[in-house]
Protein backbone atom coordinates (compact mmCIF):
# COMPACT_ATOMS: atom_id res chain seq x y z
CA UNK A 1 0.00 0.00 0.00
CA UNK A 2 1.37 3.37 -1.26
CA UNK A 3 2.12 5.85 1.90
CA UNK A 4 0.59 9.40 1.77
CA UNK A 5 1.59 12.19 4.16
CA UNK A 6 -1.53 14.40 4.42
CA UNK A 7 -0.70 17.79 6.59
CA UNK A 8 -3.72 19.22 7.50
CA UNK A 9 -5.17 16.56 7.56
CA UNK A 10 -7.88 16.67 10.23
CA UNK A 11 -8.93 20.22 8.66
CA UNK A 12 -12.21 21.02 6.22
CA UNK A 13 -10.70 19.88 3.16
CA UNK A 14 -8.24 17.36 4.29
CA UNK A 15 -10.04 15.36 6.56
CA UNK A 16 -12.71 15.06 3.31
CA UNK A 17 -8.85 14.36 1.11
CA UNK A 18 -8.43 11.55 3.77
CA UNK A 19 -11.18 9.61 3.16
CA UNK A 20 -11.17 9.91 -0.52
CA UNK A 21 -6.97 8.44 -0.22
CA UNK A 22 -8.37 5.80 1.61
CA UNK A 23 -11.50 4.74 -0.14
CA UNK A 24 -8.79 4.31 -3.06
CA UNK A 25 -6.59 2.39 -1.64
CA UNK A 26 -4.07 4.84 0.10
CA UNK A 27 -2.37 4.60 3.60
CA UNK A 28 -2.71 7.63 4.76
CA UNK A 29 -0.55 9.23 7.57
CA UNK A 30 -2.16 12.93 9.10
CA UNK A 31 -0.17 15.32 10.51
CA UNK A 32 -1.92 18.41 12.19
CA UNK A 33 -1.54 20.83 15.17
CA UNK A 34 -5.33 20.94 15.73
CA UNK A 35 -4.87 24.79 15.40
CA UNK A 36 -7.49 24.63 13.73
CA UNK A 37 -8.98 21.35 13.74
CA UNK A 38 -10.36 18.59 16.45
CA UNK A 39 -8.76 15.41 17.38
CA UNK A 40 -11.95 13.41 17.02
CA UNK A 41 -11.76 14.40 13.23
CA UNK A 42 -9.85 11.15 13.12
CA UNK A 43 -12.86 8.68 14.59
CA UNK A 44 -15.11 10.46 12.06
CA UNK A 45 -12.52 9.84 9.35
CA UNK A 46 -12.56 6.46 10.67
CA UNK A 47 -16.41 6.05 11.03
CA UNK A 48 -16.69 6.46 7.55
CA UNK A 49 -14.26 4.31 5.76
CA UNK A 50 -13.62 1.78 8.28
CA UNK A 51 -9.85 2.04 8.30
CA UNK A 52 -8.56 4.52 11.06
CA UNK A 53 -5.80 6.77 9.56
CA UNK A 54 -2.40 7.04 11.89
CA UNK A 55 -1.76 10.65 13.42
CA UNK A 56 0.58 13.17 14.60
CA UNK A 57 0.19 15.85 16.57
CA UNK A 58 3.08 17.88 15.03
CA UNK A 59 3.54 21.51 13.97
CA UNK A 60 4.81 21.75 10.49
CA UNK A 61 7.16 24.58 11.45
CA UNK A 62 9.22 22.03 13.90
CA UNK A 63 11.47 20.34 11.17
CA UNK A 64 12.85 17.82 14.40
CA UNK A 65 9.28 16.94 14.63
CA UNK A 66 8.69 16.50 10.88
CA UNK A 67 11.62 14.54 10.61
CA UNK A 68 10.85 12.83 13.21
CA UNK A 69 7.67 11.64 11.32
CA UNK A 70 9.13 10.91 8.24
CA UNK A 71 11.77 8.23 9.96
CA UNK A 72 8.40 6.83 12.05
CA UNK A 73 6.65 6.47 8.66
CA UNK A 74 9.14 5.16 6.36
CA UNK A 75 8.60 5.08 2.77
CA UNK A 76 6.24 7.98 2.20
CA UNK A 77 5.78 8.65 -1.03
CA UNK A 78 4.27 11.82 -1.44
CA UNK A 79 2.84 14.43 0.52
CA UNK A 80 -0.17 16.39 0.44
CA UNK A 81 0.43 19.87 2.21
CA UNK A 82 -2.81 21.73 3.66
CA UNK A 83 -1.65 22.75 6.48
CA UNK A 84 -2.11 26.42 6.77
CA UNK A 85 -3.58 29.60 8.10
CA UNK A 86 -6.01 30.63 5.83
CA UNK A 87 -8.45 33.78 7.36
CA UNK A 88 -7.45 36.39 4.59
CA UNK A 89 -8.58 39.36 7.43
CA UNK A 90 -6.69 37.58 10.32
CA UNK A 91 -3.73 37.94 8.00
CA UNK A 92 -3.52 41.58 7.42
CA UNK A 93 -3.67 41.49 11.55
CA UNK A 94 -1.02 39.35 12.21
CA UNK A 95 1.18 39.12 8.79
CA UNK A 96 3.97 37.41 10.65
CA UNK A 97 2.26 34.37 11.81
CA UNK A 98 0.95 33.66 8.30
CA UNK A 99 4.24 34.17 6.82
CA UNK A 100 5.85 31.94 9.39
CA UNK A 101 3.30 29.11 9.32
CA UNK A 102 2.55 29.05 5.29
CA UNK A 103 6.28 29.53 4.25
CA UNK A 104 8.33 28.18 7.04
CA UNK A 105 6.03 24.52 6.46
CA UNK A 106 6.42 24.48 3.41
CA UNK A 107 10.85 24.74 3.06
CA UNK A 108 10.21 22.23 5.56
CA UNK A 109 8.47 19.50 3.86
CA UNK A 110 10.76 20.40 1.14
CA UNK A 111 13.86 20.08 2.72
CA UNK A 112 12.87 16.59 4.10
CA UNK A 113 11.56 15.64 0.97
CA UNK A 114 14.59 14.16 -1.20
CA UNK A 115 15.98 12.93 2.39
CA UNK A 116 13.41 11.01 2.71
CA UNK A 117 12.81 9.87 -1.25
CA UNK A 118 9.36 11.66 -1.24
CA UNK A 119 8.62 11.92 -5.18
CA UNK A 120 6.03 14.56 -5.12
CA UNK A 121 3.87 17.42 -3.50
CA UNK A 122 0.80 18.22 -3.77
CA UNK A 123 0.11 22.31 -2.93
CA UNK A 124 -3.24 23.89 -1.92
CA UNK A 125 -3.24 26.50 -3.55
CA UNK A 126 -6.38 28.88 -4.33
CA UNK A 127 -7.79 31.44 -7.04
CA UNK A 128 -7.02 33.91 -4.81
CA UNK A 129 -3.54 34.62 -6.84
CA UNK A 130 -5.64 35.79 -10.17
CA UNK A 131 -6.59 38.87 -7.86
CA UNK A 132 -9.38 40.17 -9.76
CA UNK A 133 -9.29 38.56 -13.31
CA UNK A 134 -9.21 40.90 -16.63
CA UNK A 135 -10.71 37.69 -18.19
CA UNK A 136 -13.49 35.29 -17.19
CA UNK A 137 -13.38 32.34 -16.96
CA UNK A 138 -9.92 32.28 -15.95
CA UNK A 139 -7.49 30.13 -17.08
CA UNK A 140 -3.94 28.69 -15.06
CA UNK A 141 -2.37 31.34 -17.70
CA UNK A 142 -3.97 33.99 -16.56
CA UNK A 143 -1.29 36.60 -14.36
CA UNK A 144 -1.03 36.56 -11.03
CA UNK A 145 -1.63 39.94 -9.48
CA UNK A 146 -0.01 41.39 -6.86
CA UNK A 147 -1.74 39.30 -3.64
CA UNK A 148 -4.11 41.95 -1.86
CA UNK A 149 -3.66 39.84 2.04
CA UNK A 150 -0.41 38.46 3.41
CA UNK A 151 -2.56 35.30 3.33
CA UNK A 152 -2.58 35.32 -0.43
CA UNK A 153 0.92 36.57 -0.76
CA UNK A 154 1.94 32.79 1.01
CA UNK A 155 -0.08 31.17 -1.66
CA UNK A 156 1.86 32.85 -4.25
CA UNK A 157 5.17 32.94 -2.73
CA UNK A 158 5.24 29.08 -1.75
CA UNK A 159 4.05 28.52 -5.49
CA UNK A 160 7.58 30.28 -6.58
CA UNK A 161 9.28 28.64 -3.68
CA UNK A 162 7.90 25.33 -5.23
CA UNK A 163 8.71 26.13 -8.79
CA UNK A 164 12.45 26.71 -7.91
CA UNK A 165 12.98 24.13 -5.98
CA UNK A 166 11.55 21.40 -8.19
CA UNK A 167 14.02 22.97 -10.49
CA UNK A 168 17.00 22.53 -8.30
CA UNK A 169 16.09 18.99 -7.26
CA UNK A 170 15.75 16.05 -9.50
CA UNK A 171 13.11 12.89 -8.74
CA UNK A 172 10.95 15.76 -7.17
CA UNK A 173 7.82 16.58 -8.88
CA UNK A 174 4.85 18.70 -7.90
CA UNK A 175 1.33 19.82 -8.75
CA UNK A 176 -0.29 22.62 -7.42
CA UNK A 177 -4.14 23.20 -7.22
CA UNK A 178 -5.67 26.35 -7.31
CA UNK A 179 -9.03 25.69 -5.43
CA UNK A 180 -12.06 28.12 -5.62
CA UNK A 181 -14.72 28.35 -3.02
CA UNK A 182 -15.23 24.34 -1.31
CA UNK A 183 -18.05 24.42 0.26
CA UNK A 184 -20.67 21.42 1.36
CA UNK A 185 -19.82 18.58 3.57
CA UNK A 186 -19.34 15.05 3.53
CA UNK A 187 -22.95 13.18 2.55
CA UNK A 188 -22.81 10.87 5.72
CA UNK A 189 -22.25 13.87 7.78
CA UNK A 190 -19.81 13.07 9.89
CA UNK A 191 -17.05 15.80 8.29
CA UNK A 192 -17.37 18.58 7.13
CA UNK A 193 -16.42 22.66 8.03
CA UNK A 194 -15.58 23.41 11.87
CA UNK A 195 -15.43 27.33 12.08
CA UNK A 196 -13.33 28.58 14.94
CA UNK A 197 -15.90 31.38 16.36
CA UNK A 198 -17.82 33.75 14.19
CA UNK A 199 -17.55 32.27 10.19
CA UNK A 200 -15.52 34.36 8.31
CA UNK A 201 -16.85 32.33 5.38
CA UNK A 202 -20.12 32.70 3.07
CA UNK A 203 -21.94 29.33 3.48
CA UNK A 204 -20.45 28.13 7.61
CA UNK A 205 -22.35 31.78 8.08
CA UNK A 206 -25.33 30.85 6.04
CA UNK A 207 -25.87 27.44 8.06
CA UNK A 208 -25.50 28.98 10.87
CA UNK A 209 -27.72 31.65 11.11
CA UNK A 210 -30.22 29.30 9.86
CA UNK A 211 -30.03 27.08 12.62
CA UNK A 212 -30.32 30.63 14.89
CA UNK A 213 -26.85 30.66 16.39
CA UNK A 214 -26.23 33.58 14.32
CA UNK A 215 -28.93 36.27 13.97
CA UNK A 216 -28.54 37.64 10.73
CA UNK A 217 -26.57 36.74 7.07
CA UNK A 218 -24.76 40.35 5.70
CA UNK A 219 -24.19 40.19 2.68
CA UNK A 220 -21.54 42.38 1.65
CA UNK A 221 -22.44 44.70 -1.35
CA UNK A 222 -25.49 45.12 -3.48
CA UNK A 223 -23.19 47.46 -5.83
CA UNK A 224 -20.90 45.63 -7.63
CA UNK A 225 -20.84 45.44 -11.62
CA UNK A 226 -22.96 42.24 -11.55
CA UNK A 227 -26.47 40.83 -12.66
CA UNK A 228 -27.89 41.12 -8.97
CA UNK A 229 -25.14 43.49 -7.83
CA UNK A 230 -23.58 41.18 -5.05
CA UNK A 231 -20.28 39.21 -6.03
CA UNK A 232 -19.79 36.32 -8.02
CA UNK A 233 -17.94 32.83 -6.79
CA UNK A 234 -16.92 29.14 -8.17
CA UNK A 235 -18.51 27.05 -5.34
CA UNK A 236 -17.09 24.12 -5.44
CA UNK A 237 -18.26 20.75 -3.73
CA UNK A 238 -15.42 19.81 -1.11
CA UNK A 239 -16.00 16.27 -1.90
CA UNK A 240 -15.55 16.78 -5.40
CA UNK A 241 -12.51 18.93 -4.91
CA UNK A 242 -10.87 15.66 -2.54
CA UNK A 243 -11.40 13.56 -5.38
CA UNK A 244 -8.77 15.70 -7.25
CA UNK A 245 -6.12 15.46 -4.72
CA UNK A 246 -6.22 11.46 -5.04
CA UNK A 247 -6.66 12.16 -9.11
CA UNK A 248 -3.01 14.70 -8.79
CA UNK A 249 -1.49 11.78 -6.52
CA UNK A 250 -2.27 8.70 -8.94
CA UNK A 251 -0.79 11.30 -11.51
CA UNK A 252 2.44 11.77 -9.77
CA UNK A 253 3.23 8.21 -8.70
CA UNK A 254 2.82 6.89 -11.62
CA UNK A 255 4.70 9.44 -14.00
CA UNK A 256 2.02 11.10 -15.57
CA UNK A 257 2.62 14.80 -15.09
CA UNK A 258 3.46 16.31 -18.43
CA UNK A 259 5.68 18.78 -16.60
CA UNK A 260 7.94 18.52 -13.26
CA UNK A 261 5.25 21.16 -11.84
CA UNK A 262 1.55 21.30 -13.17
CA UNK A 263 -1.01 23.79 -12.26
CA UNK A 264 -4.68 23.09 -11.96
CA UNK A 265 -7.66 25.15 -11.25
CA UNK A 266 -10.44 22.75 -9.41
CA UNK A 267 -13.59 24.41 -9.68
CA UNK A 268 -16.93 24.15 -11.68
CA UNK A 269 -16.89 26.81 -14.34
CA UNK A 270 -20.09 28.29 -12.78
CA UNK A 271 -20.44 31.93 -11.26
CA UNK A 272 -22.79 32.05 -8.87
CA UNK A 273 -23.70 35.48 -6.78
CA UNK A 274 -23.89 35.82 -3.39
CA UNK A 275 -27.81 36.10 -3.72
CA UNK A 276 -28.30 33.53 -5.83
CA UNK A 277 -26.38 31.06 -3.45
CA UNK A 278 -28.51 32.46 -0.30
CA UNK A 279 -31.71 31.47 -2.82
CA UNK A 280 -30.41 28.27 -3.72
CA UNK A 281 -29.69 27.51 0.21
CA UNK A 282 -33.61 28.66 1.03
CA UNK A 283 -35.55 26.60 -2.05
CA UNK A 284 -33.20 23.71 -1.26
CA UNK A 285 -33.37 23.32 2.50
CA UNK A 286 -37.14 25.25 2.93
CA UNK A 287 -35.18 27.37 5.61
CA UNK A 288 -35.57 31.17 5.36
CA UNK A 289 -32.61 33.15 6.17
CA UNK A 290 -32.70 36.37 7.62
CA UNK A 291 -30.29 38.34 5.48
CA UNK A 292 -29.78 41.62 5.02
CA UNK A 293 -27.58 44.02 2.28
CA UNK A 294 -24.58 45.53 4.28
CA UNK A 295 -21.46 47.50 2.58
CA UNK A 296 -18.92 46.12 0.84
CA UNK A 297 -16.16 44.04 2.46
CA UNK A 298 -12.76 45.67 1.95
CA UNK A 299 -10.38 43.09 -0.17
CA UNK A 300 -13.08 41.37 -1.67
CA UNK A 301 -12.95 40.08 -5.27
CA UNK A 302 -15.82 41.58 -7.66
CA UNK A 303 -16.05 38.46 -9.68
CA UNK A 304 -14.32 34.96 -10.03
CA UNK A 305 -15.08 31.91 -11.64
CA UNK A 306 -12.88 29.03 -12.99
CA UNK A 307 -12.13 27.47 -16.58
CA UNK A 308 -11.50 23.96 -15.28
CA UNK A 309 -10.80 22.33 -18.95
CA UNK A 310 -7.19 21.86 -18.12
CA UNK A 311 -8.23 19.42 -15.36
CA UNK A 312 -11.26 18.09 -16.70
CA UNK A 313 -9.59 16.69 -19.97
CA UNK A 314 -5.61 16.84 -18.38
CA UNK A 315 -7.05 15.18 -15.13
CA UNK A 316 -10.26 13.47 -16.15
CA UNK A 317 -11.60 15.34 -13.28
CA UNK A 318 -15.12 17.14 -12.85
CA UNK A 319 -17.30 18.54 -10.42
CA UNK A 320 -19.90 16.46 -9.90
CA UNK A 321 -22.29 17.62 -7.25
CA UNK A 322 -25.04 20.19 -8.09
CA UNK A 323 -24.49 23.03 -6.00
CA UNK A 324 -27.95 22.51 -4.24
CA UNK A 325 -27.18 18.65 -3.20
CA UNK A 326 -23.85 20.29 -1.54
CA UNK A 327 -26.01 22.89 -0.17
CA UNK A 328 -28.03 20.60 1.68
CA UNK A 329 -25.32 18.91 2.69
CA UNK A 330 -23.47 21.76 4.73
CA UNK A 331 -27.04 22.10 5.94
CA UNK A 332 -27.15 18.28 6.95
CA UNK A 333 -23.65 19.07 9.19
CA UNK A 334 -24.87 22.00 10.51
CA UNK A 335 -28.02 20.40 12.10
CA UNK A 336 -25.69 17.69 12.60
CA UNK A 337 -23.60 19.40 14.90
CA UNK A 338 -26.14 20.78 16.73
CA UNK A 339 -27.13 17.04 17.39
CA UNK A 340 -23.92 16.83 18.94
CA UNK A 341 -23.70 20.02 20.70
CA UNK A 342 -20.89 21.38 19.21
CA UNK A 343 -22.17 24.16 17.51
C1 LIG B 1 -11.39 34.01 0.15
C2 LIG B 1 -10.29 33.85 -0.85
C3 LIG B 1 -9.82 32.43 -0.91
C4 LIG B 1 -9.51 31.92 0.46
C5 LIG B 1 -10.73 32.03 1.32
C6 LIG B 1 -10.37 31.52 2.70
C7 LIG B 1 -10.43 35.30 -2.80
C8 LIG B 1 -11.00 35.48 -4.16
N1 LIG B 1 -10.74 34.18 -2.20
O1 LIG B 1 -12.55 33.50 -0.42
O2 LIG B 1 -8.67 32.33 -1.68
O3 LIG B 1 -9.07 30.60 0.40
O4 LIG B 1 -11.12 33.39 1.38
O5 LIG B 1 -11.19 31.96 3.69
O6 LIG B 1 -9.71 36.11 -2.28
N2 LIG B 1 -19.90 36.96 1.98
C9 LIG B 1 -21.02 37.63 2.45
N3 LIG B 1 -21.32 37.53 3.78
C10 LIG B 1 -20.58 36.79 4.65
C11 LIG B 1 -19.45 36.10 4.17
C12 LIG B 1 -19.13 36.20 2.82
O7 LIG B 1 -21.70 38.29 1.70
O8 LIG B 1 -20.91 36.76 5.85
C13 LIG B 1 -19.57 37.02 0.55
C14 LIG B 1 -18.20 37.60 0.25
O9 LIG B 1 -18.26 38.98 0.11
C15 LIG B 1 -17.87 36.88 -1.05
C16 LIG B 1 -18.57 35.54 -0.95
O10 LIG B 1 -19.54 35.69 0.07
O11 LIG B 1 -18.41 37.58 -2.12
C17 LIG B 1 -17.65 34.40 -0.55
O12 LIG B 1 -16.90 34.79 0.59
P1 LIG B 1 -15.98 33.79 1.40
O13 LIG B 1 -16.72 32.53 1.66
O14 LIG B 1 -15.41 34.53 2.55
O15 LIG B 1 -14.83 33.41 0.37
P2 LIG B 1 -13.87 34.34 -0.51
O16 LIG B 1 -13.70 35.68 0.12
O17 LIG B 1 -14.34 34.27 -1.91
Redesign the pocket.
Known amino acids: MKRILVTGGLGYIGSHSVVELQQSGYEVVIVDNLSNSRADVVDNIQAVTSVRPAFEKVDCTDLDAMEGVFKKYAGIEAIIHFAAS???GESVQKPLLYYRNNIVSLLNLLELMPRFGVKGLVFSS???VYGEPDVLPVTEDAPIKPATSPY?NTKQINEEIIRDFVKAQDGVNAILLRYF?PIGAHPTALLGELPNGVP????P?ITQTAIGIREQ?????DDYDTPDGS?I?DYINVVDLAKAHVIAIDRILNDKQKERVEVFNIGTGRGLS?LELVDMFQKATGVKLNYKITGR?AG??EK?WADPRKANEELGWKAETSVEDTLLSAWKWQLKLREKGIQ
Open positions: KAVSCTGNQNLVYLSVFGCRVRDIV
